[in-house]
């Protein structure tokens, strides 16, 4: 089992910038690949970023790509989601999760282990 909580969240000013956390506990955090999900009211759950157990493999989506950066410290057991030039569009509630000696993927079914989210709201 991995534990997974979610940290960061707030309410920001269009343009703004956030620092999303997630601290992991109970098995080896470098075993698994991280990602980022978001979930706005009435929509979805869609991915976000993606790192790779080393932390030297990326992937973003399109609609964050340039101003999001997903990045991990194996020696902290955190993942971390620098959120830059945010738009009212990137309200949601922010989950991470944990993929068990997966890759980078976007499709959340690949994931194990979730977080219980941590709301982000941008205002206009």
């Known amino acids: 089992q991995v534990q997974l909580v979610e940290s960061g969240g707030g309410l920001v000013q269009a343009g703004g910038s956030l620092r999303l956390s997630c601290a992991a506990s109970g098995r080896t955090f470098s075993n698994y690949a991280m990602g980022w999900f978001r979930q706005a009211p009435g929509k979805e759950r869609e991915f976000v970023a993606a790192?790779?157990?080393?932390?030297?493999?990326?992937y973003y989506a399109d609609s964050v790509k340039g101003r999001f950066t997903i990045s991990r410290d194996n020696a902290k057991n955190t993942v971390y989601l620098q959120m830059n030039s945010l738009k009212p569009e990137d309200t949601a509630v922010y989950y991470c999760?944990?993929?068990?000696?997966?890759?980078?993927?976007?499709?959340?079914?690949?994931?194990?282990?979730w977080g219980q989210g941590t709301q982000v709201t941008v205002s206009s």
């Open positions: 790192i790779s157990w080393s932390g030297s493999n990326t």
């Open positions: 999760a944990a993929n068990y000696l997966g890759g980078v993927v976007a499709g959340p079914n690949a994931y194990d282990y």
